[in-house]
């Protein structure tokens, strides 16, 4: 049977409307520990407001600070902070690192009849043991270590009690607060963090199913196998002790990949797990169109066989026919088909309107050089060589320019001319269609696994670029065979 990523198919879970009720407890709530963190850094705006905006990273502490004051949802977000380097930059990023695994307790006993709630059965019969106090402390799912009766050892990851309902409410009070935030302060942090709640709605609402990640393990695991990626584990799932609620899998035994003091000690080489991953991806999106989406460092475990573990698939790009077309024109572009360039420029106007092209200030043919001198040193210089926040700020640079004001002008007066420009230039990407589109969110989740890459890529692969093998690149967009280049519909 041919392997194909249509087949994995993700289905959100249907949140609950939160009541009136419920939006005004956990609203009075939100608005009070972030008002806490918040009001100081608000005064200090305005008594420098003629000095300009305050930088990302005096902004970032208090957010995170808040972040963690009302937990839920807030720390899940926080989690798209501290793995986006490339749109935060790497201060603001590192701020956020503790939100990769935070969350507060859960009483056993919650904990309990939850698993036995889901598989219908009580605890005892499903597990030989299962330790009270959990090995994982997430956001949505806390993850405890357990015994079937067959003697496996595994790990249970259970949704917690209540979640639903605080997702749901977290949710419809995130916008207007990050609006507020991105308004009042005109700072782009909150502004890119006011544009990924879209995003963020439907990423979380598939993870709150984890029938979901039951599937994506299974299916990611016989592709591993087929594949020969003998380097890299998946778990296994036991969908007999799993529901909508609860997921047991192996246990995996290992360390963060970035814990250096365990890694120093081991004695294992990172450099080819890395590598073996980062082929993994490739071959993956460009064969099979699917992807872990969210391959941060929290996620990537080294094992005490020397071997690299991947953990929490509740997050799995699946790229449509578009994207995956426009993924297959960059990376020919970048070996070298001339032509294909035309074809990524051409689809980025088509999908976002005259709104690139004015926002830099380019025609058509500018905008080629200028995409090629971005994309391509991206992927084809040593990692250690490689920024993509300066790439974001390059492109930042350009648009200020090109509307005539100056990017490292921080007045008040630069900083209203910026937000007025950014607001008009998404109005115009948002009525094109591009904005939010299935593309716009397949890319954006390419993009930031290549922004993962980037830092494992650093600390490992320092003289390494991201294709370093180009032969593989090209074997591989051979075997993705003559691709259509995707119709659109007359806006």
Request: proline letters at 5%; charged letters at 25%; aromatic letters at 8%.
């Amino acid at each position: 049977m041919p392997f194909d990523g249509e087949e994995l198919r993700y289905h959100a879970r249907t949140l609950p409307a939160p009541t009136n009720r419920e939006l005004a407890k956990r609203g009075a709530q939100v608005t009070a520990v972030f008002a806490r963190h918040f009001a100081p850094v608000l005064a200090k705006q305005v008594r420098h407001a003629r000095n300009g905006l305050l930088p990302p990273e005096v902004l970032a502490k208090p957010m995170r600070h808040a972040f963690e004051g009302v937990g839920g949802t807030f720390i899940k977000f926080g989690q798209i902070l501290a793995s986006s380097p490339g749109i935060f930059g790497e201060e603001v990023s590192d701020e956020f690192r503790s939100c990769l695994d935070t969350g507060p307790s859960v009483p056993f006993e919650e904990i309990r009849r939850r698993v036995e709630e889901d598989l219908g059965r009580p605890l005892e019969e499903v597990y030989a043991s299962f330790e009270r106090t959990p090995i994982g402390q997430a956001s949505i799912a806390v993850v405890h270590r357990a015994t079937l009766h067959d003697g496996r050892v595994v790990a249970v990851k259970v949704l917690r009690p209540g979640i639903e309902h605080l997702v749901a409410t977290d949710l419809d009070l995130m916008e207007p607060l990050f609006g507020l935030l991105a308004r009042q302060t005109g700072a782009q942090m909150a502004g890119a963090i006011f544009q990924q709640l879209d995003g963020f709605r439907l990423q979380i609402g598939e993870e709150m199913d984890l029938r979901n990640e039951a599937r994506a393990l299974a299916h990611f695991r016989e592709l591993n196998q087929r594949l020969h990626l003998d380097l890299v584990v998946v778990p296994e799932p036991y969908p007999e002790f799993s529901g909508q609620n609860v997921l047991t899998m192996d246990f995996l035994d290992g360390v963060a990949v970035d814990d250096f003091e365990v890694l120093a000690a081991s004695g294992i080489d990172p450099a080819p797990l890395i590598d073996q991953l980062i082929r993994g991806f490739f071959i993956m999106t460009v064969k099979y169109r699917i992807f872990h989406g969210d391959i941060h460092a929290g996620n990537l475990l080294l094992l005490r066989d020397g071997r690299i573990g991947v953990i929490d698939w509740g997050i799995v790009g699946r790229l449509d026919e578009e994207t995956h077309w426009f993924l297959c024109r960059m990376l020919a572009a970048v070996l070298g088909e001339e032509a294909a360039w035309d074809d990524v420029t051409a689809h980025i106007i088509a999908t976002y309107g005259p709104a690139i092209g004015e926002a830099m200030g380019m025609d058509d043919k500018q905008l080629t050089a200028f995409f090629r001198s971005m994309i391509e040193p991206v992927l084809l210089k040593p990692f250690g060589d490689v920024s993509f926040s300066d790439m974001m700020n390059a492109t930042q640079v350009q648009v200020a320019e090109a509307h005539g004001v100056e990017f490292k002008d921080h007045s008040l007066r630069s900083m209203i001319k910026r937000v007025r420009l950014q607001r008009r230039i998404h109005k115009m990407a948002t009525d094109s269609g591009g904005m939010m589109s299935d593309f716009d969110r397949g890319y954006f989740l390419l993009g930031k696994q290549l922004m993962y890459f980037e830092r494992y890529g650093k600390l490992f692969l320092a003289d390494v670029p991201i294709l370093s093998d180009p032969a593989f690149i090209g074997t591989l967009l051979e075997e993705a065979g003559e691709l259509t280049p995707p119709k659109r519909a007359e806006k």
